[in-house]
């Protein structure tokens, strides 16, 4: 079965960057669509980003579109977001999820199985 596991977060100045990373075990990742979601304290999770399991379709909230970027290293079992300009309000806990689908609206990635999750934090 397979089960994921975020890394990358941590403390960021606003206007940073940072890379998290979603790495898959237990299975082969690229068979999967990957979702990234995030919840902020006191508000509900949301949906970020997604990629297919081929890359060929790839999807942005626009609250993130023209800063983040996600991509895919199959050889490597893992995705990644690449997160530039962060704001203040980019605060949050960042999971990965196993989709059954990416489509072009990331308000519909229907889960299979999360990651536990990292904090990425921006703050001066």
């Known amino acids: 079965q397979l089960q994921l596991v975020e890394s990358g977060g941590g403390l960021v100045q606003p206007g940073g960057s940072r890379r998290v990373s979603c790495s898959g075990s237990?299975?082969?990742?690229?068979?999967?669509?990957i979702g990234w979601f995030r919840q902020a304290p006191g508000k509900e999770r949301e949906g970020v980003s997604c990629?297919?399991?081929?890359?060929?379709?790839?999807s942005y909230a626009d609250s993130v579109k023209g800063r983040f970027t996600i991509s895919r290293d199959n050889a490597k079992n893992t995705v990644y977001l690449q997160m530039n300009n962060l704001k203040p309000e980019d605060t949050a806990v960042y999971y990965c999820?196993?989709?059954?689908?990416?489509?072009?609206?990331?308000?519909?990635?229907?889960?299979?199985?999360w990651g536990q999750g990292t904090q990425v934090t921006v703050s001066s």
């Open positions: 990629i297919s399991s081929s890359g060929s379709t790839i």
């Open positions: 999820a196993a989709l059954r689908y990416c489509s072009a609206s990331v308000r519909n990635m229907p889960p299979l199985n």
């Open positions: 237990g299975s082969t990742l690229e068979y999967y669509a």
